[in-house]
């Protein structure tokens, strides 16, 4: 079992960079994949992000492929998402999420949630 929870969100000028954390609780953080996972205001719920077990496969979305890199360290029970070059259309909720399968593309099939923080990227 694991409960998660998201940091490093803020307001940041376009071009920018921020490093967003998520802390997950529990000793079988290994046994998830996780993903990083976006909803804008007036925009459907957008997967960002994704990452296996132990780090082997990664995911991203195209519109940040380049830009945003995703982490996991499982010795301190962390996944990061690491942003440059950041752009307003960035601008939305990030949440860490996770799955208890392999990972995945589709944010329904995440069946665990972060509460979500908030990134504004200003042009």
């Known amino acids: 079992q694991v409960q998660l929870v998201e940091s490093g969100g803020g307001l940041v000028q376009a071009g920018g960079s921020l490093r967003l954390s998520c802390a997950a609780s529990?000793?079988?953080?290994?046994?998830?994949?996780m993903g990083w996972l976006r909803q804008a205001p007036g925009k459907e719920r957008e997967f960002v992000a994704g990452?296996?077990?132990?780090?082997?496969?990664?995911y991203y979305t195209d519109s940040v492929k380049g830009r945003f890199t995703i982490s996991r360290d499982n010795a301190k029970n962390t996944v990061a998402l690491e942003m440059t070059s950041l752009k307003p259309e960035d601008t939305a909720v990030y949440y860490c999420?996770?799955?208890?399968?392999?990972?995945?593309?589709?944010?329904?099939?995440?069946?665990?949630w972060g509460p979500g923080t908030q990134v504004t990227v200003s042009s």
């Open positions: 999420a996770a799955r208890r399968q392999v990972v995945t593309t589709t944010p329904s099939e995440y069946t665990i």
């Open positions: 529990g000793r079988t953080f290994t046994s998830y994949a």
């Open positions: 990452i296996s077990y132990y780090g082997g496969t990664k």
